[in-house]
């Protein structure tokens, strides 16, 4: 079966640094566009970045362009997520995901917090 696992989350201060991973497993990971989507406590999850399969093609939203880099490691069936000069408003649940065969895979979700 499909398994997203992310991880990497945590808090940290306005200006730093994190990077998020995502395990993939139960289907061929090179064959599937991944994206990053996040969701603010009582808001709607929102698209925040995604990749193609082989890695060559990424988009972001206008609010992480710049600041943050997607990436996957075919090898390792796993996808990162480089974020960079972290605001507060980045603050926010982070999840990996993969529309496999019809049907919307999500991750348990890696927190993010950006606090002083």
């Known amino acids: 079966q499909v398994q997203l696992v992310e991880s990497g989350g945590g808090l940290v201060q306005p200006g730093g640094s994190l990077k998020l991973s995502c395990a993939a497993s139960?289907?061929?990971?090179?064959?599937?566009?991944m994206r990053w989507y996040r969701q603010d406590p009582g808001k709607g999850r929102l698209a925040v970045a995604s990749i193609s399969m082989d890695g060559k093609i990424t988009t972001y939203s206008d609010s992480v362009k710049g600041r943050f880099t997607n990436s996957r490691d075919i090898s390792k069936n796993t996808l990162y997520l480089q974020m960079n000069s972290l605001k507060s408003e980045d603050t926010a649940l982070y999840y990996c995901y993969v529309f496999y065969r019809g049907v919307g895979y999500w991750g348990q979700g890696t927190q993010v917090t950006v606090s002083s």
């Open positions: 139960g289907f061929t990971f090179g064959d599937y566009l």
